[in-house]
């Protein structure tokens, strides 16, 4: 069975800090990929960032960046110099090749960033 | 903007009642999906569509069914409301046609359904 580990329920951080949320997943299918998404408090679910299993190099959006560590099963999201707005519920995924099915979440980080 | 609608965005209905909520994308895509949300569990898979009349369940599926008649709206019934039905439900849709493990999923704004 998949399965997605979000250890940390809440994270601060200084404003134009750099912070790690952790993600550790648990699948035994080679063929798998691996999102973040962030739910501010207005509800709606943004997609940021995506690495497959496959991938040789760790996946990059602007200031987001995913550490991802296969042998330790882990795909922790970074976030580069924290805004405000960056703010809100953090949400690690996994997908695995089933033909739509199978797209488990984690249950989430709340991050908070600090002026 | 992957122009997915939900509605009602908002419901408040009594236990016993029946309570369809409705999605509509307007890019044409094959799947589609509803999720729930809840404190602690993160998002959890309902149900699904890979087509026209084509779905299937997820991990949650009991007290729910869904149709899907047009590429473009999924619906989501819930026969008879129940409490443990409270929740904020999500749709969502994949971009591409197979399915595969690295296709991403672009959500609905969510309902919030309070059953009394």
């Known amino acids: 069975a998949q399965k997605i580990t979000q250890t940390q329920p809440g994270m601060f951080v200084q404003e134009k800090e750099a912070v790690t949320l952790d993600c550790t997943y648990d699948t035994s299918d080679p063929s798998y990929g691996l999102f973040w998404y962030k739910q501010p408090s207005s509800g709606e679910m943004i997609f940021l960032i995506y690495?497959?299993?496959?991938?040789?190099q760790n996946a990059t959006e602007g200031r987001y960046s995913l550490n991802f560590q296969k042998a330790r099963k882990s795909a922790n999201l970074v976030i580069s110099a924290s805004q405000l707005g960056d703010s809100a519920m953090y949400f690690c995924a996994m997908r695995v090749w089933d033909y739509g099915q199978n797209f488990v979440f984690g249950p989430g980080t709340r991050l908070s960033v600090l002026p | 903007d992957a122009g997915i609608t939900q509605s009602p965005r908002h419901k408040v209905t009594e236990t016993g009642t029946p309570v369809t909520l409705r999605c509509h994308q307007t890019e044409n895509h094959r799947y589609m999906y509803w999720y729930r949300q809840d404190p602690g569990h993160g998002l959890r898979l309902i149900h699904y569509s890979y087509g026209v009349k084509d779905t299937d369940k997820g991990e949650v599926s009991d007290g729910y069914s869904v149709s899907r008649s047009k590429t473009e709206d999924f619906l989501l019934t819930l026969e008879s409301a129940t409490s443990s039905q409270t929740s904020v439900y999500f749709c969502a849709i994949s971009e591409s046609t197979s399915g595969g493990p690295q296709e991403t999923q672009y959500f609905g704004p969510g309902t919030r359904l309070l059953v009394l």
């Open positions: 690495q497959g299993s496959y991938d040789q």
